[in-house]
């Protein structure tokens, strides 16, 4: 099982600048390809200031001109706000910059706070449309001349320029849940990203069901790789207490993901509030105590005997999410651990 980084800039107020984040960005990306990881991945979101990614093109550019064997991952570019021929173009040029290290992943998107302000309105919900039209059509960009027409994009023979380094295409991914999304990525040949989020293993073994579901359902595809994404923070054994500020982090960061996934506010300067703690008195999924054992939130021994059954699962790639409200040196600390303790473990 390889290990990736799934990294944002995220800012939780105006102490620090968006400069000092991109450098800090960078640096959590060295250490991760320092450190062995096959892949550093960002992925796209607007307007929101705890996830600052309005385009992982010119931050996986940066990190193509300062790394050398790290594989550069948009995860993830959301479908319906990508035309198919721009979609093709800018991550063949990516791939063309870092020299083949480019991977590209595809969602239909999430927030509808996002959706309001970049497609009138469109339904999130409906976005998964736009997916299943837009991954056939960059793949045929890619390869030659293809036009197209379809029922959201219609367009005349056209053809990625340039053409990616990998043939005879770079790997795509999908984001996926449910059945039908684990069946469209196999199904395409594309490789599947998910995440149990605030839910415990028994949900990594559930998506893992739907996804071996697809991979039955499709033999003539050769089997494509699975990944699992987890909020992970590891802590020294010698602080017994270690876990609790990261659990704590973890729950202000899915209190603000709700603010947000809610669209009941308007955002001011492209912050909001965490939703109070209160909302969540019957949810008990979000409290430090759960996120301890659900997040990936532990010593290198205790990481190390969770990722153990993750591998023994058939989880190809485990990618350490390390997005937490947490300040910029613990999240340097917890990476180093992660590097030094638990990598040779499965090395």
């Not at 992982?56 to 479908?79: E, F, K, N, V």
């Not at 990998?166 to 999908?174: F, K, L």
Request: proline residues 8%.
């Amino acid at each position: 099982m390889r290990f990736s980084l799934f990294v944002h800039m995220e800012r939780w107020d105006e102490d620090t600048s968006h400069r000092q984040l991109f450098e800090n960005l960078s640096e959590l990306a060295l250490m991760a390809e320092a450190g062995g990881f096959s892949t550093v991945w960002v992925g796209e979101h607007h307007a929101m200031e705890y996830t600052i990614a309005p385009s992982p093109m010119p931050i996986l550019a940066h990190l193509a001109a300062r790394t050398t064997t790290i594989r550069l991952g948009a995860g993830t570019i959301i479908a319906p706000f990508w035309h198919p021929i721009r979609a093709a173009g800018e991550t063949a040029l990516l791939d063309v910059i870092s020299n083949g290290r480019m991977e590209v992943g595809l969602a239909r998107g999430a927030y509808q706070i996002e959706f309001d302000r970049l497609t009138d309105g469109l339904k999130a919900t409906d976005g998964g449309k736009h997916l299943r039209e837009l991954v056939p059509a960059v793949r045929a960009l890619w390869q030659g001349d293809y036009a197209h027409d379809g029922e959201i994009w219609q367009f005349p023979t056209s053809t990625s320029v340039p053409k990616p380094v990998q043939q005879p295409t770079p790997p795509m991914w999908i984001a996926a849940r449910d059945p039908a999304s684990h069946d469209f990525a196999v199904s395409q040949g594309c490789n599947v990203m998910v995440t149990p989020l605030m839910k415990g293993d028994e949900e990594v073994a559930a998506l893992k069901d739907k996804f071996d579901t697809a991979v039955a359902d499709h033999p003539e595809v050769p089997r494509p790789d699975l990944m699992v994404l987890r909020h992970t923070h590891v802590h020294s054994a010698a602080d017994p207490e270690g876990w609790r500020p990261a659990a704590e982090a973890i729950n202000r960061f899915y209190r603000t993901f709700d603010a947000w996934f809610g669209n009941k506010t308007e955002p001011a300067g492209g912050f909001l509030e965490p939703s109070p703690q209160e909302k969540f008195a019957e949810r008990p999924e979000f409290t430090p105590e759960s996120l301890h054992r659900t997040a990936m939130i532990g010593t290198p021994a205790e990481v190390i005997e969770r990722l153990r059954g993750y591998e023994e699962l058939g989880v190809d790639e485990y990618s350490f999410w390390i997005d937490n409200s947490l300040p910029h040196e613990e999240k340097k600390a917890s990476l180093e651990l992660f590097i030094k303790e638990v990598v040779p473990a499965f090395e």
